[in-house]
C-alpha cells in the first residue's frame, strides 16, 4: 500500500483545532464532510469543547479511542508542533497541516518547518504542508479542506481527474473551473510548503489509484528532480495522461514563487524537456488543463494525429483547418471515393476537408450526421470534429441530430468524435455521456485534441534508460580552451589541431607547420568570451599577419581586462568548410546533466534555435535531439548542398553525455562552433566549468 493512501482513503480521521462555527476555517472541513458523507470516522479534537457540529470531541488525538489514519492540524503555528506530536504519540499516518506562518514567513519560519519534518520523520508519519489547503476524495466524502470552492452547498461530482498543486489559491480556482466545466474529479489536494509530502510523491500515488485516469498537476518548483521524472514517468507508463502547468518562468514570476513557497524556480527550459521526455503535456493557462482532461474523461485519446472536419460555415472550417494545421494535426484532403460517396448524401456539400455542409441543413440538420458517418466509414482512426453553430440551445429542434449524434457514436465507440456549439446543459449532458466532448470554441477544441495527440506521441518515444553510476575524478583542469580541449580529446571527442605559443616565433614556426590561413585566438582563464574584445583573429594568410597578431591580441587583452592572466596565443589551421554548430551540457541543480544542442557560432544567441535532452543520451534520442532543431535542416542538404555526417554529430552529442555523467564536478561545456562537415566533425572553440 502506498504511504498516501491513508490521505485520500483515510477510514479515521481527526480535526486538530476544530471549530463549532462551520463558517470558520478551523470550521470547515468538519461542516463540509458532514454535509457531503464522509464514509470514516470523524473526530473534532478541542480541549475547550466536549462537543462540535453535533460530533462528540476529544482534548486531544491521544485521547480518541481506536486508531486514527490522518490527522487536520489547523491551530496557530505557536501550538502545531505541540499537535504533530500528540499525532505522533498516537501513531497517526499522514497529518495535513493547514496552518500557516513557517517556511514561506523566511529563515525562523523555515527553521520551525525544518523541525516538523524532523518529528513527522522520527515517527514514520507523512506530513503535508503547512500551509496546505487540504485533500479531496468526493467518492469517499473526504473534504478535509477549508477551501471555499466547495461551500456552495453541492458537492462536485466524483470523477476520473485528480488535481495536484503547491499553491491553495490556484488550487481553488482550478478546483471551481474544472467543477463548472462538468469534469469531475478524483483527488486534490494543495501541497503548499512542501516539507515533506510534494507534487512529485502525490504523482506517485495517482500513478498507481485505479481512481485516476488523469493527473492535472501545477508547481512552483521542485526540489528532488529524479523523483519528480521517475513519478511522471511511471503515471505515464501506466497509461495515465499527465498535464502539467509550470508557474515562475519569468523573473518576476521566478521572484514572486521564492517568496512565496520559500523556494526558487528551476530553469523553465529544462522543465520543458523533462515533461516532453517523462510523456507529459506542459499547459499554458487553466482552461487549456481542464480542456485536456476533459476531452480525455469524455471522450478518448486519439489514435493519431489526423482529422477530418465536418462544418456548417465556410469560415469556422477553415479556422479549424488553420488551428489544427499550426498545432501539427494532419488535415489531409478526402479521397475520391470518399469526395463522390458525400456528393450522393449531399449534393450540395463543398470542400475536401474541411466539408462544408453548407447553412441549407437547416431544413435537414440530420443530414450533417450522415456525412460524418459516410467520413467514418471511409477513414481509419481519425477523429472527427463537426461544428454544428448554436443548434444546441434548442433542444427541442435539435432532437433529431442529437439521437443520430449518439447512434452514429454508439456505432464508432473506438473514434474519437468531437461536437464544437454553445449548448443547453441537459444536450451537453447526453452527449458527454454518450462519449462525445462538446466545446464551444473551436480553437480550444483543436487545441486539446492537438494535446493529446501529442501526450500519446510523447508516451512512445519515453527513454528507457538511466543514468550510470559510475564516476571518475577529472585528470585535467580544464581552466581555459587549450585545456578543456586537452580533457575533450580524451574523452574522444574531435579537436581541431593547435599549439599554444608565447612569443611570436613560436606562433608564426606553428603557422608555418600547420599551413596558412591561420586563426589566431588569446588564451586565458579569465576570458571566456574572446570575440567580445577582439580577441579572435581570422584568415591570417601570412608569418607577418601572424607576428602582428601576436601582438595585437595581447595588447587587446591587457586593455580590456588588465587583470586577466594571460597563458599565451592558441594558433591553429583556419577550418571553414561545414555547419557550425553547439553541442553542450547544462547541469541542472534540480535534474542533473542536460544535453543541448543547436546552431553554433553568433546564430545561436540570434535565433535561439536550441534544443535539450536529459544525459544520457544513445543514439537514438541523440537523433531526436537534432532533429528538433530547426536548423537541423542545414546538416542534411539544404537546396542541392551535400548532406554532412550527422552520424559523426551523434557520436559527439553521446559522447558529451558520458562525460557529463562520468564526472559529476563538471558544470557545463561549451562546444561553440563544432564543425559538421561532409565527413566527420571538430570542435574549433571550448569552454569546461568545474
Known amino acids: 500500500m502506498h504511504d498516501l493512501d491513508a490521505l485520500f482513503n483515510p477510514q479515521s480521521l481527526a480535526i486538530v483545532g476544530a471549530s463549532s462555527d462551520p463558517k470558520k476555517l478551523s470550521g470547515r472541513a468538519i461542516h463540509y464532510m458532514k454535509t457531503y458523507g464522509f464514509k470514516g470516522k470523524l473526530y473534532p479534537v478541542n480541549p475547550s469543547s466536549p462537543e462540535i457540529q453535533g460530533l462528540t470531541a476529544y482534548p486531544s488525538v491521544s485521547a480518541i479511542p481506536g486508531p486514527v489514519d490522518q490527522a487536520v492540524i489547523i491551530v496557530p503555528s505557536t501550538r502545531v508542533e505541540e499537535s504533530l506530536r500528540d499525532c505522533a504519540k498516537k501513531g497517526v499516518k499522514v497529518v495535513q497541516v493547514l496552518s500557516s506562518g513557517f517556511g514561506e514567513m523566511g529563515p525562523e519560519g523555515k527553521a520551525a518547518q525544518d523541525h516538523l519534518v524532523e518529528i513527522a520523520r522520527q515517527a514514520g508519519m507523512r506530513m503535508v504542508g503547512p500551509n496546505s489547503l487540504g485533500a479531496l476524495s468526493p467518492s469517499n466524502g473526504l473534504f478535509a479542506t477549508f477551501s471555499t470552492s466547495f461551500a456552495r452547498g453541492a458537492a462536485p461530482k466524483p470523477g476520473k481527474v485528480a488535481f495536484i498543486t503547491q499553491s491553495g489559491a490556484f488550487g481553488s480556482c482550478t478546483y471551481v473551473m474544472a467543477d463548472l466545466r462538468g469534469v469531475g474529479m478524483s483527488r486534490t489536494l494543495a501541497t503548499g510548503n512542501e516539507a515533506d509530502v510534494d507534487v512529485a510523491h502525490c504523482i506517485d500515488f495517482l500513478a498507481q489509484d485505479p481512481e485516476t485516469e488523469v493527473i492535472c498537476a501545477s508547481m512552483e518548483s521542485c526540489r528532488n528532480g529524479d523523483q519528480l521524472r521517475a513519478a511522471i514517468n511511471k503515471a505515464s507508463s501506466a497509461g495515465k495522461a499527465v498535464i502539467m502547468m509550470k508557474v515562475g518562468t519569468s523573473e518576476a514570476g521566478a521572484a514572486a514563487a521564492a517568496t512565496h513557497t520559500g523556494s526558487l524556480a528551476g530553469d523553465d527550459r529544462v522543465y520543458d524537456t523533462i515533461l516532453r521526455e517523462t510523456g507529459a503535456w506542459r499547459a499554458r493557462s487553466i482552461e487549456e488543463m481542464v480542456d485536456i482532461a476533459y476531452l480525455l474523461v469524455n471522450g478518448r485519446m486519439p489514435a493519431n494525429n489526423k482529422l477530418s472536419l465536418v462544418t456548417v460555415s465556410g469560415g469556422i472550417g477553415i479556422l479549424m483547418a488553420d488551428d489544427g494545421a499550426r498545432m501539427g494535426l494532419e488535415i489531409k484532403p478526402f479521397s475520391q471515393a470518399l469526395i463522390d460517396q458525400l456528393a450522393v448524401v449531399l449534393p450540395y456539400g463543398a470542400g475536401r476537408n474541411p466539408y462544408d455542409t453548407t447553412a441549407q441543413v437547416a ?27 448554436n443548434n444546441g440551445l434548442a433542444p427541442l429542434v435539435f432532437r433529431d441530430t442529437l439521437d443520430a449524434l449518439l447512434k452514429l457514436k454508439a456505432a464508432y465507440k473506438d473514434r474519437l468524435v468531437v461536437v464544437i ?52 575524478k577529472l585528470a585535467i583542469h580544464p581552466s581555459d580552451e587549450s585545456k578543456a580541449k586537452q580533457l575533450l580529446r580524451q574523452e574522444g571527442i574531435p579537436v581541431i589541431e593547435e599549439r599554444v605559443c608565447l612569443t611570436a616565433k613560436e606562433a608564426v614556426q606553428a603557422a608555418n607547420e600547420f599551413g596558412y590561413p591561420i586563426v589566431a585566438k588569446i588564451l586565458s582563464p579569465d576570458i571566456q568570451h574572446k570575440t567580445e574584445i ?27 581586462k588588465p587583470d586577466a592572466r594571460l597563458e599565451g596565443v592558441l594558433i591553429s589551421r583556419m577550418v571553414n568548410k561545414g555547419v557550425e554548430t553547439l553541442v553542450g551540457m547544462h547541469r541542472d541543480p534540480v535534474f542533473g546533466p542536460m544535453i543541448m544542442f543547436g546552431l553554433g557560432g553568433i546564430m545561436v544567441e540570434l535565433f535561439k534555435d536550441v534544443a535539450m535532452a536529459s544525459a544520457p543520451l544513445d543514439k537514438a534520442s541523440a537523433h531526436q535531439l537534432i532533429d528538433s532543431v530547426k536548423g537541423a535542416a542545414l546538416l542534411k542538404g539544404w537546396r542541392g548542398s551535400e548532406p554532412l555526417d550527422c552520424d559523426a554529430l551523434v557520436d559527439v552529442l553521446c559522447k558529451i553525455s558520458e562525460t557529463a555523467c562520468k564526472y559529476p564536478e563538471i558544470q557545463s561545456i561549451d562546444i561553440n562552433p563544432l564543425l559538421v562537415q561532409k565527413s566527420g566533425v571538430v570542435a574549433l572553440d571550448a569552454v569546461i566549468s568545474v
Open 363 to 389: 431544413t435537414n440538420p440530420q443530414l450533417v450526421v450522415d456525412v460524418g458517418q459516410c467520413i467514418l466509414q471511409h477513414t481509419t482512426d481519425d477523429a472527427l470534429v463537426f461544428y454544428l453553430a
Open 421 to 472: 456549439m454553445p449548448s443547453e446543459a441537459g444536450v451537453r449532458a447526453e452527449l458527454e455521456g454518450a462519449g462525445i466532448p462538446v466545446y464551444e470554441d473551436p480553437t480550444r477544441a483543436i487545441a486539446a485534441i492537438s494535446a493529446a495527440c501529442q501526450i500519446r506521441q510523447r508516451r512512445e518515444r519515453m527513454p528507457t534508460f538511466s543514468i550510470s553510476n559510475q564516476k571518475s
Open 534 to 560: 577582439g580577441g579572435v583573429l581570422l584568415g591570417l594568410s601570412n608569418s607577418t599577419e601572424v607576428e602582428k597578431g601576436f601582438e595585437t591580441l595581447i595588447q587587446r587583452a591587457k586593455t580590456a
